[in-house]
């Protein structure tokens, strides 16, 4: 079954710095990847997804994520940081013939002035 | 814009109540979730449907029910409310394209606190 892990419940970074979220996902078959991002009182929204073709994959706000295979890796960065960036933020994992996203418990982001 | 609607962004109910949640996505989409959402235990799928009248439990159904009686609307259902179903319930659609993997679009969530 796939299982995804995010690294760090809390991240702290101050503005202008760089953002670096983690996410590993468990499978030997690669998965179709996103990450979504919540602010306060809100639905999820999607930043940007993988699923086949180049592995660096440019979404919304700024935001990339790089997929590697030899580490079952997906991290999410942003090379300088904004106070709007402040959420919650997922990494999920859709694996070919389920029907179900597995998330990651997600990674609260604080920027600080 | 694909947009999900929820019935309430915040509800208070008593234990014992029945309680429906609802939600309703206006672009067509085959398959509907229910996720409950917890500090530090991320989103738990509860129940999805692929198809009108059909659903499958996910992996917290217990204490849940759902109904999908048209494309577009997707109904949680809590039997008898208790304490622990307080949380945010998040509902979100999904096209099913052939040949692809498509994102999920969430609703803005129901805040539910059983009291």
């Known amino acids: 079954a796939q299982s995804v892990t995010q690294l760090g419940s809390h991240v702290s970074v101050s503005e202008g710095a760089l953002v670096l979220l983690r996410c590993n996902y468990s499978?030997?078959?690669?998965?179709?990847l996103f990450w979504y991002v919540q602010y306060p009182n809100q639905g999820l929204q999607l930043l940007l997804k993988?699923?086949?073709?180049?592995?660096l994959v440019k979404g919304i706000n700024g935001f990339e994520a790089e997929f590697k295979k030899s580490e079952t890796s997906f991290h999410l960065t942003k090379p300088s940081a904004h106070m709007s960036d402040a959420a919650e933020y997922f990494c999920?994992?859709?694996?070919?013939?389920?029907?179900?996203?597995?998330f990651g418990k997600g990674t609260k982001l604080t920027v600080n002035p | 814009d694909v947009k999900v609607t929820q019935s309430s962004r915040y509800l208070v109910k008593r234990t014992g109540e029945k309680v429906f949640l609802e939600c309703v996505q206006d672009?067509?989409?085959?398959?509907m979730f229910w996720y409950r959402q917890d500090p530090g235990l991320g989103l738990r799928l509860i129940y999805f449907s692929y198809d009108v009248k059909m659903k499958e439990k996910g992996d917290i159904p217990e204490g849940y029910s759902v109904s999908r009686e048209k494309k577009e609307r997707f109904s949680l259902i809590l039997e008898s409310a208790s304490t622990n179903q307080t949380s945010m319930y998040l509902c979100?659609?999904?096209?099913?394209?052939?040949?692809?993997?498509?994102?999920?679009?969430f609703g803005p969530g129901t805040r539910l606190t059983v009291l």
């Open positions: 979100a659609s999904r096209p099913l394209r052939a040949g692809g993997y498509n994102e999920q679009f």
């Open positions: 993988y699923t086949t073709g180049a592995t």
């Open positions: 499978s030997s078959v690669p998965p179709y």
């Open positions: 672009m067509d989409h085959e398959n």
């Open positions: 999920a994992a859709f694996q070919g013939g389920s029907e179900k996203l597995v």
